[in-house]
């Protein structure tokens, strides 16, 4: 596929026709301190499809991880409801699988041990849950550290796994929660190109919560971008780049045009948010600074 | 490593902490073998003119010294002495040789223990009594810091018991539980549980969010997330503080062993100390200390062995 077959009308056109796998009503959250109460998502209206790679983003505190949380079941939420295959939630359950910024393997478990975990936990025996962890070991390419502890892997092996041992499970929704933002560029440019990979051949949808706008237009399907106090959709952007991606379509002009536009979105309001970023004050030049750079 | 914190060798940590050994080691040499640094008393060799001197006894400096002038003020013979430390005191190669003697010597009445038959009895008792106090304090402590709710039917009343002075029970324990080991036993759990379950609670509260939130999303319930997540988290830590608790029911073994018919290493503590066989009281707590020790570092290093994961974890 390249630029001339990529029809992006077409393509949303399917993922519109397939089902809805989650589904958002009206749905908030509010977090009460003493007396106090902080509205963190306000009446969100959502609909994700089947396969559908979706990036949230949004300024600080827009409750971006609110609603990842809420949607893995981790925080009851306060009104609403949200439906996965229509079923109403109620709590965690591995068919939404999760991924968290901090490294979250068990540390006293080995790398096949972490992966076997979901299985060992579903109630399959040692022999089939280290069969299908062994695959997915394999898949993400680990199988020679297999039998090292979390500790010996580096930032971004640590968050293979962690992907791994979600997606043992077959979950219906992948949930990343910022999965990428402790690792330093040129990791995480591997770890985007890899999810993408591991998205375009399996059966996954994913909700990829990101700060970070150029990883929100390189795998998305659609950005959904909230803006805070009160946590609201703001818009929600299709990305019409064609598929697969590669890193080098970042410099590609239909890019910075989007990011352009992504941008503005979320950057408006942060300085609404921080009006003091507005109107930094203007060092003096001091005197006894020497000029001779 | 840098020049702020900078990575001390394994050499160098090894003679740093055989130094936190010899500096007090060199101390108490000083005091004991050069007479001008302390030697407030003299004992006596010859009692020359002054009939109330007894050779062999020890008097202070400034009493010997009167009476050596009021001799020779007299022209009788004066007392002769050497400087020497009090009798609590005695020199590191007194001490040495009665922690020699001390096992080598059969005990003076027949029926009474050999030293190291004292200490391997004080030794039952401690870890006896760290044993049931662990089998209760450990699950108890682990559910008070998995559950709110055990936690505040529990940890409130546990609060409170840990403030009342362990050895006060020690009347009560022996017309409960009769005169011999249970009661000692008895006063060291008290001593060690209540601090032990709220250690251990807190313990396990402090196993990683991240960790159980992770379990439940990979299809744990509260139950599988106690026992696959929690717990082993919690281990290598709890297994930490148990070496320092157990540090703990040592401090109580004194105390207890001088409950209902005195027993062990304190028996024969105060045995020699009624003697003013200071020396063999001083070889006692010394292999008291080194028991301590020893048994921790082993503890140590089994736990480096079998938390291998830890290390690295964080």
Known sequence: ?293 | MGYVVKEIGQKNKLLLSLCSFLIPILLWCAVSYLPFIWHPQVQITDSGSVSYLQVGSRIEKSVFYSEAQNAVAHDSAPPQGILVNPIYLPAPHEVAKALVTAFTTPPEQPDTPWFHQSLWHSIKIVFSAFLISSIFGIPLGILCGFSQKISLLTEPFVEFFRYLPAPAFGALAVAILGINDAPKIAIIVIGTLFQQILIIANTTRMVDKGLIEAGYTLGTNKLKSLFNVVIPAAFPDIYRDLRVLLGWAWTYLIVSELIGTTSGITWFITQQARYQNFDNVYAAILIIGVIGLVCDVLLMKLGERMFAWKAGAK
């Open chain 1, 1 to 293: 596929m390249n630029d001339s077959t990529f029809n992006s009308h077409e393509y949303f056109q399917k993922i519109y026709a397939r089902p809805v796998i989650l589904e958002a009503k009206q749905l908030s959250q509010v977090f009460k301190h003493g007396k106090n109460e902080r509205t963190v998502l306000n009446q969100l209206d959502l609909k994700i499809h089947k396969r559908e790679f979706i990036c949230v983003i949004g300024p600080s505190g827009c409750g971006k991880s609110t609603l990842s949380r809420v949607i893995a079941g981790l925080d009851p939420y306060h009104s609403g409801e949200i439906l996965v295959d229509g079923q109403r939630i109620t709590g965690p359950s591995p068919e939404r699988g999760m991924v968290f910024q901090g490294y979250t393997l068990f540390p006293w478990k080995t790398v096949k041990e972490n992966v076997m975990f979901g299985p060992r936990m579903k109630g399959a025996s040692q022999m089939t849950a280290e069969a299908h962890a062994r695959e997915w070991i394999n898949i993400i390419g680990l199988d020679k550290y297999e039998n090292q502890y979390p500790h010996q892997l580096s930032g971004g092996m640590k968050q293979r796994v962690a992907i791994a041992r979600a997606l043992v499970n077959e979950p219906k929704i992948l949930l990343m929660d910022e999965p990428f933002g402790a690792l330093d560029p040129h990791t995480r440019q591997k770890m985007q190109k890899h999810l993408m990979d591991l998205w375009q051949n399996i059966d996954i949808t994913i909700i990829f919560v990101t700060h970070d706008m150029d990883e929100a237009i390189l795998l998305a399907d659609r950005i959904i971008a909230l803006k805070a106090n009160p946590g609201e959709i703001k818009e929600i952007i299709e990305v019409d780049l064609p598929r697969p991606r590669s890193l080098a379509l970042m410099a590609t002009p239909a890019f910075q045009q989007l990011r352009a536009r992504v941008d503005q979105l979320v950057h408006a309001q942060e300085d609404e948010l921080d009006p003091s970023l507005q109107d930094l004050p203007k060092i003096p030049r001091m005197t006894q600074v020497s000029t001779d750079k």
